[in-house]
Nanobody, 122 residues
Framework: QVQLVESGGGSVQAGGSLRLSCAASGYTYSMAWFRQAPGKEREGVAFSSITGRTRHADSVKGRFTVSRDNAKNTLYLQMNSLKTEDTAMYYC???????????????????WGQGTQVTVSS
């Protein structure tokens, strides 16, 4: 049984920073961050394998950095230079096999957190 709990969301002005955390319980082979704004599809943001291999969506590359602390079984998303377009509910996801390796597709993930809201104002 895998459970994921996100935290760290909030409201910030454009250009500011936030750091999201995802505390995991159980075995997580790979983990990722997704986001979804109202009326839009869920979008893969960043991927991290258990060995530290990462992948970032083009829309956040150079601004967001995903990292993982295996000792704490926690995934992080450092978000810098935030834009109003980054406003969304951010979700942590995980899978317990290699099926989601390097994936930013939501259907490849087995487990999901409840989400944490990020709001960026101008």
């Amino acid at each position: 049984q895998v459970q994921l709990v996100e935290s760290g969301g909030g409201s910030v002005q454009a250009g500011g920073s936030l750091r999201l955390s995802c505390a995991a319980s159980g075995y997580t082979y790979s983990m990722a961050w997704f986001r979804q704004a109202p009326g839009k599809e869920r979008e893969g943001v960043a991927f991290s394998s258990i060995t530290g291999r990462t992948r970032h969506a083009d829309s956040v590359k150079g601004r967001f950095t995903v990292s993982r602390d295996n000792a704490k079984n926690t995934l992080y998303l450092q978000m810098n230079s935030l834009k109003t377009e980054d406003t969304a509910m951010y979700y942590c996801a995980a899978c317990s096999s290699g099926s989601c390796y390097l994936s930013l597709q939501e259907n490849d993930y087995n487990y999901w957190g409840q989400g944490t809201q990020v709001t960026v104002s101008s």
